[in-house]
């Protein structure tokens, strides 16, 4: 009933930036809060960033100041601005979103790796 795609990863050298966009759809109005998780090689998949209605955001320490998590009023696209990237930010994202649908409410996307070269 909601269909998240990611997309916006690629490879960038250490320093820059990267946008990623999640691409929503299905009942958007159902959605009431959304964010980003990442998995890197031989790690736990770990919450980066969460955006929730109202516009509160929370976000895990190692990308505090780095990150910023943002949507449209429509929840149709949610997307996370990563600047000043490490090696160590090297993941697979993915989108999650979190909804009221009584018989499913959580909902993830696909992925998309980010490579950040030294």
């Known amino acids: 009933q909601v269909q998240l795609v990611e997309s916006g990863g690629g490879l960038v050298q250490a320093g820059g930036s990267l946008r990623l966009s999640c691409r929503v759809s299905?009942?958007?109005?159902?959605?009431?809060?959304a964010g980003w998780y990442r998995q890197a090689p031989g790690k736990q998949r770990e919450l980066v960033a969460r955006?929730?209605?109202?516009?509160?955001?929370n976000y895990a320490d190692v990308v505090k100041g780095r990150f910023t998590i943002s949507r449209d009023d429509g929840w149709n696209t949610v997307y996370l601005q990563m600047n000043s990237l490490k090696f160590e930010d090297t993941a697979v994202y993915y989108c999650?979103?979190?909804?009221?649908?009584?018989?499913?409410?959580?909902?993830w996307g696909q992925g998309t790796q980010v490579t950040v070269s030294s």
């Open positions: 999650k979103a979190w909804t009221v649908i009584t018989t499913k409410s959580e909902y």
């Open positions: 299905g009942i958007i109005g159902s959605i009431y809060a």
């Open positions: 955006v929730a209605s109202g516009g509160s955001t």
